[in-house]
């Protein structure tokens, strides 16, 4: 059933418990990607966004390249917990990378000097977007995610393995899969202290 998207932004939640039970094909999370991927905005229409869209053995790879990176690095008595949490994300059946041809925004700065300073801003702001069309819509389909960023300390080992090229910037990643239990009730700050209205 295809929510409003008042209904669908409401909804958006990170979702942490996840399996691996294929309620949605395979087909339908691409055409989603696809469909976020065409018509997120950009910047001077550059399209910088790029995605990587991982499913099952390939997907568990991307979280074992996680897992053994952050075993060097986190203390040997808090490394349960964080095994646990890599764990939850590896339960579920996909991930989605999300990256920046860098290549894009350079010749941006280029053909426009006045507004070099921000071209990398609004290229982060288009990823953002990026990032929220895909979860949001993922959503919609019935699937849990939510949004992690391992980047700096995996992408040499994610750009060896998959073969990603040197001008992609990584970003940020999703794991996704079917939400095995809701996320706890949300609270919010009253909106009177967040917008100003003026008439």
Do not use: C
Request: glycine share 4%; charged share 30%.
């Amino acid at each position: 059933m295809v929510k409003d998207i008042y209904q669908a932004a409401k909804t958006r939640r990170s979702y942490y418990n996840i399996d691996d039970k294929k309620i949605v094909p395979e087909a339908k999370v691409e055409e989603v990607v696809e469909h976020a991927v065409k018509y997120t905005p950009t910047s001077f229409n550059s399209q910088t966004g790029r995605v990587i869209l991982l499913f099952n053995d390939q997907h568990n790879k991307f979280w074992n390249i996680v897992e053994s990176n952050l075993r060097p690095v986190v203390p040997e008595e808090d490394f349960d917990t964080t095994k646990e949490k890599i764990d939850g994300f590896r339960s579920g059946y996909g991930t989605v990378l999300f990256y920046e041809d860098m290549e894009i925004v350079e010749n941006l700065q280029q053909q426009f000097p006045l507004y070099s300073d921000n071209f990398p801003k609004w290229s982060q702001h288009s990823s953002g977007m990026l990032q929220y069309n895909v979860w949001t819509m993922l959503e919609t389909e019935g699937l849990g995610a939510s949004l992690q960023h391992y980047t700096e300390l995996i992408e040499e080992d994610v750009k060896a393995e998959w073969d990603v090229p040197d001008e992609w910037r990584f970003v940020a990643q999703m794991p996704f899969g079917n939400p095995v239990d809701e996320p706890e009730e949300k609270e919010f700050e009253p909106l009177e202290e967040r917008i100003e209205v003026y008439k």
